[in-house]
C-alpha cells in the first residue's frame, strides 16, 4: 500500500491550502480515509475522516475550517484547509483504514508540511 500526500506548503495566516493523499495498493472503496497532523514537540493528532461511505468527522480544532473529501474514480482523498492560523502549521499526514482511524490506522502515509506565517 502506498498513500502519497502532496499539497503543503508556506501559507499566509486567514489563507487556504488543499492537500491531496492518493492511495495506490488497496481496495479504495472499503476504506476509511483521514488525516492526522503533527505540530514540533507535540503529539499526532487526528484531524479528519471521510468513510467509504463518504460520512464524515472532524476535530473540533478544525470544524467549519476544513473539509475532507475522496474522489474514488482517482484513489484520492482531499483535504480543504481554510482560514488558517499558526496552530494548524504541522506535518499533514493522510492514513487509511478498515475501521474507524482514530481507532487504529492501517497505512500511513510519508507526510507533507504546512507552514502559516503571520
Known amino acids: 500500500v502506498q498513500l502519497q500526500a502532496s499539497g503543503g506548503g508556506l501559507v499566509q495566516a486567514g489563507g487556504s491550502l488543499r492537500l491531496s493523499c492518493a492511495a495506490s495498493?488497496?481496495?479504495?472503496?472499503?476504506?476509511?480515509m483521514g488525516w492526522f497532523r503533527q505540530a514540533p514537540g507535540k503529539e499526532r493528532e487526528f484531524v479528519a475522516q471521510i468513510t467509504w461511505k463518504s460520512s464524515r468527522v472532524y476535530a473540533d480544532s478544525v470544524e467549519g475550517r476544513f473539509s475532507i473529501f475522496r474522489d474514488n474514480a482517482k484513489n484520492t482523498v482531499f483535504l480543504e484547509m481554510n482560514s488558517l492560523g499558526p496552530d494548524d502549521a504541522a506535518v499533514y499526514y493522510c492514513a487509511a483504514g478498515r475501521r474507524d482511524v482514530r481507532l487504529g490506522v492501517t497505512d500511513w502515509g510519508q507526510g507533507t508540511l504546512v507552514t502559516v506565517s503571520s
Open positions: 495498493g488497496l481496495t479504495f472503496t472499503r476504506y476509511n
